[in-house]
């Protein structure tokens, strides 16, 4: 089987790569890196705004936190699958990593926090298209802007993660309101004027079927408008690869994604980075 020239010189140079990436988040409107020093164990917010860095292929778990205190993997587990190898995301989140996406029960298995903890369902909107998605009450605005959301409006509030996640689905088959985009169809979006009222009328459109159908009242429309970013752009970055070099001139970000100038728009998944191993260029 061939193998480019480039990713033969990553596989070998990567394990020398100092910094592994162990979380991405957003503060508000401020996105964050954190990254763990390999050699002296130092955790420190790496600066993506200066685009100049090389990513590894290499993954290992990135470990957890107590706290702000960066725990490491006791095994260093390779290829963790997400971010987090199970027993790590047993220590942080939840016992069974795959409740994360379809929970098996309301807590009384897994006695865990999230799971018995309030859930909201919300309608996410990027432009004029719609999803729909659910979250914690405690983080749901971290989230949609994690998620790289133009507006939102909350639809309605569950006991437990089970329940909403069940009503999602419920909602998104009736409605047929998808519940996730592809990444391509979100980077044409960044090209694209947002439109507030042409927003604000796909929302009213959909207000008559959750109320009828479901017993919802949706919210009023919360434009998410403050990404550092300007919008729109002059055209549609061209997805990059995560492993390999990226270095150009910053742009802005939105979401999960790092806008750069490379001849040519050129974006990044700021979430895929976690994980993997980086060093400046």
């Not at 790496?46 to 936190?65: A, E, K, N, P, Q």
């Not at 437990?160 to 998808?178: G, H």
Request: glycine share 8%.
């Amino acid at each position: 089987m061939f193998t480019r020239a480039d990713v033969l010189w990553l596989l070998e140079k990567e394990r020398t790569f100092p910094l592994h990436a162990v979380d991405f988040s957003w503060d508000g409107f401020e996105p964050s890196l954190t990254c763990r020093n390999v050699q002296n164990g130092d955790v420190s917010e790496f600066d993506i705004r200066d685009v100049r860095f090389l990513v590894s292929r290499r993954r290992t778990c990135v470990g957890y936190f107590e706290g702000d205190v960066h725990v490491p993997c006791a095994e260093g587990t390779e290829d963790p699958g997400l971010a987090q190898c199970p027993d790590c995301c047993g220590e942080s989140i939840v016992p069974i990593q795959q409740c994360l996406f379809e929970p098996r029960c309301e807590g009384e298995l897994c006695d865990s926090p999230l799971c018995r903890r309030e859930h909201v369902l919300y309608l996410a909107f990027y432009g004029t298209d719609v999803k729909i998605g659910m979250s914690s009450s405690r983080r749901v605005e971290r989230r949609l802007v994690e998620q790289g959301a133009d507006a939102f409006s909350m639809i309605g509030s569950f006991p437990n993660r089970m329940t909403a996640r069940a009503k999602e689905k419920e909602i998104s088959s009736a409605l047929r309101i998808p519940q996730s985009y592809r990444q391509e169809r979100l980077i044409e979006g960044l090209a694209r004027r947002v439109d507030a009222s042409a927003v604000d009328a796909r929302l009213d459109g959909l207000r008559s079927a959750l109320s009828q159908r479901f017993g919802l009242d949706a919210g009023r429309l919360v434009m998410l408008d403050r990404y550092p970013i300007d919008l729109p752009l002059p055209s549609a970055p061209r997805l990059q690869e995560t492993p390999g070099q990226h270095k150009g001139v910053f742009v802005g970000m939105k979401g999960k994604w790092l806008v750069y100038e490379d001849r040519g728009l050129r974006a990044l998944s700021l979430s895929d980075l976690p994980s993997r191993y980086l060093t400046r260029i």
